[in-house]
């Protein structure tokens, strides 16, 4: 079987793509970055993907606000390609500045429609303070989101100054009756953060890390997966791979953030 097309998109201020890419491409697919300019100059290319992505980084500079320059760009110039291209049965992800595009976009949660009004936002961190460390998560597992698929908990980085989710108590609500909450930031002993630094690094309510649209086939989430590609890439991987040699466990080659892109591949299988 062909093996499924990931877009990554690319422009002024992405740093994470080549991460991206080369996830999607050791998880099986067959991915290419391309910049947004590219894009909207032949429009019609997204027909020739299966798989979406908006990278981490910092698009613009974030000089209007995290992710609100690009997705404002793509709303005046793509905005109708866009729609029809998630109207498909595809799938699409944004990390971090990815995840901002995607709300001001309105893409996420997507309560609404036509999908397109801004329903949630991505403030500042409550410490006002630039956080890069790495973050306990467990998953929701009664969402229907393709990329958490057999996922119970994730051990991977954030790094981002405007990850704190926020949303009216509406909002609110009908992500947890949807079951849209994807993923909650907890402690090392599996109790929600409640909010408590650095656990919840950035005072997200709810402790929210992830959340996806009603179908399960579109998800933005704050911490980076492909920055846990392989084992190696753990902050305490030298522990863990003293204790799997203590209890007689294979030490693993990769990483935990694989498996989102492994489900987004297999989607397609």
Same mark, same amino acid.
């Given at each position: 079987?062909?093996?499924? #097309? ?21 998880? *099986? ?13 032949? #429009? ?53 500045? *990815? ?16 999908? *397109? ?10 410490? %006002? ?31 981002? *100054? ?82 799997? #040699?203590?209890?007689? #466990? ?10 989102? %892109? ?8």
């Amino acid at each position: 079987m062909a093996k499924p #097309k990931a877009l990554i998109l690319t422009g002024y201020g992405i740093n994470c793509d080549e991460e991206t890419r080369f996830s999607f491409e050791i998880a *099986g697919a067959d991915a290419t970055i391309l910049h947004i300019n590219d894009i909207i100059e032949n #429009k019609s290319i997204l027909n020739s993907y299966q798989i979406f992505a908006f990278p981490g980084g910092f698009s613009y500079g974030d000089d209007t606000g995290s992710g609100k320059a690009l997705a404002n760009k793509i709303k005046h110039n793509m905005y109708d390609e866009m729609m029809s291209f998630i109207n498909r049965d595809t799938l699409m992800i944004g990390i971090c500045n *990815g995840f901002q595009v995607m709300v001001n976009l309105g893409i996420v949660p997507g309560l609404s429609k036509p999908i *397109g009004n801004v329903e949630a936002s991505l403030e500042h961190n409550a410490t %006002f303070r630039f956080q890069c460390r790495w973050v306990d998560l467990i998953i929701n597992p009664h969402s229907n989101c393709v990329f958490t698929k057999g996922i119970e908990r994730l051990h991977i980085p954030v790094a981002h *100054g405007e990850g704190n989710f926020v949303a009216s108590q509406q909002i609110i609500n009908t992500l947890i009756k949807n079951n849209q909450i994807i993923m909650q930031y907890i402690k090392p002993d599996g109790s929600f953060a409640q909010g408590q630094f650095p656990y919840n690094p950035n005072g997200s309510i709810m402790d929210i890390a992830a959340i996806s649209d009603t179908t399960g086939r579109i998800m933005g989430m704050m911490p980076h997966p492909e920055r846990h590609i392989y084992f190696m890439q753990r902050d305490d991987w030298t522990y863990a791979r003293e204790m799997s #040699k203590r209890q007689n #466990k294979e030490i693993p080659q990769y990483g935990e953030g694989l498996q989102i %892109f492994k489900n987004a591949v297999n989607y397609y299988k």
